[in-house]
Every structure is written in C-alpha cells, then in structure tokens.
T-cell receptor
Framework: SQTIHQWPATLVQPVGSPLSLECTVE??????LYWYRQAAGRGLQLLFY??????ISSEVPQNLSASRPQDRQFILSSKKLLLSDSGFYLC??????????FGPGTRLTVL | AQSVTQLDSQVPVFEEAPVELRCNYS??????LFWYVQYPNQGLQLLLK??????LVKGINGFEAEFNKSQTSFHLRKPSVHISDTAEYFC??????????????FGQGTILTVHP
C-alpha cells in the first residue's frame, strides 16, 4: 500500500537556525515527488519537485533547498531559517493521471 | 500556465443543509481537475477527480462535482452536510499533456464550517 512518512511532525526553531525535513515513501518506485508549503491563510505553494534521484526543480526563489539522495527519500533544507519560513510543509507523490498522494505534514514554527 | 479561483474563502452552513463550493479555473490546455479536503493539522485527502467522460463526478463522503467546460468551472456539492464535513477544501488542476511533470495548481481554499 502507498504510504508517505514525514518527520518530524512538529518543529519549533529559532531564526537563523538550520532546517532538515524528511519525506520517505513506500509502495512505489521512481516516483515524482513534491514539496509544498501552506502558510497561514494561504493555499498550497509548490516549492520543489523531483523526477528522480539527484534531480530537483525549484518553483520559487527562496531560502530553502531540496535534495533527493535516494529514490524514495526527499529532503527539504535551509541553512538559516527566516520568520517567513513558518508554515505547514507537505510532501506528495504523483499517482496516475496526475493525482497526488499527500503525507501528514510537518508544522514548522520559526521564532 | 493555469490558475484556480475558489470564489468563497469561508462557507458557513447548518447541519443537513446542502452546500456548494465554487471553483473556476483558467488554462490554455486541457486539464485534469481535483478536489481535496484537509482536516486541521493533517495532509490533503482526495475527494474526487475529473479526468474525462461524464461531467458529473462522484467522490467520497457523499460529495460530487460537475465539470462545466464552457464556464471553466468545477463546483463541489453535497446535498446534506454533517458536522464532520467541517474542513478546508481545495480545488486543483493539472495539465494533461506537456512538460508540467504532474504539477498541481491549487486554489486558495474554502473553509467549510458546519453548525449544529
């Protein structure tokens, strides 16, 4: 069965600290993977997508980066967090007909 | 490029009443259409999708949506809502062809609040 794990579930970090959010998927191989951010009162903003190991496309210029070190692992990182990086981060993978299956999300609060 | 507009940011309704959440989209190419639901502090769950064929699509939890190509709309409906339907609902589109790599474009979301 299809499963997405996101770790951690919640995170509180000070401004200027580094960030690493992890997404791992089960039940598929060579998936297209996506990172979204959902800020308070806003819709979902696509941050990055990946079609394979080491292949990352950025959708918007920002303080974040992504990596895909393994087929079923997608990592979101930052060297120095900003207040504006606070939000709910969602990982997703592409199913047939472009339907996306979402993980449970990580709530990030930057203080 | 595509865009999605959800016409209502918040929709309050009483339990057992009907509800319609409106979604309009803009695209220069053919698209797939989706509705997702998000409960507080959870990920998104697919409610229903339109790929082709019948323009009336039925989904989970008694929801349905109708694709109207001439009006570029994909409104979500439920004839009788429950308290448990309280959540945020997102409309999304995706190019059928091209080099979009399956990316979804989302609307801003509609918060449905069902009152007893």
């Amino acid at each position: 069965s299809q499963t997405i794990h996101q770790w951690p579930a919640t995170l509180v970090q000070p401004v200027g600290s580094p960030l690493s959010l992890e997404c791992t998927v089960e039940g598929t191989s060579n998936p297209n993977l996506y990172w979204y951010r959902q800020a308070a009162g806003r819709g979902l903003q696509l941050l990055f997508y990946s079609v394979g190991i080491g292949q990352i496309s950025s959708e918007v210029p920002q303080n974040l980066s992504a990596s895909r070190p393994q087929d079923r692992q997608f990592i979101l990182s930052s060297k120095k967090l900003l207040l504006s990086d606070s939000g709910f981060y969602l990982c997703a993978w592409r199913l047939l007909s472009n339907e996306q299956f979402f993980g449970p999300g990580t709530r990030l609060t930057v203080l | 490029a595509q865009s999605v507009t959800q016409l209502d940011s918040q929709v309050p309704v009483f339990e057992e009443a009907p509800v319609e959440l409106r979604c309009n989209y803009s695209s220069s190419v053919s698209v797939y259409l989706f509705w997702y639901v998000q409960y507080p502090n959870q990920g998104l769950q697919l409610l229903l999708k339109y790929l082709s064929g019948s323009t009336l699509v039925k989904g989970i939890n008694g929801f349905e949506a109708e694709f109207n190509k001439s009006q570029t709309s994909f409104h979500l409906r439920k004839p009788s809502v429950h308290i448990s339907d309280t959540a945020e609902y997102f409309c999304a589109v995706s190019e059928i062809h091209g080099t979009s790599y399956g990316k979804l474009t989302f609307g801003q979301g509609t918060i449905l609040t069902v009152h007893p």
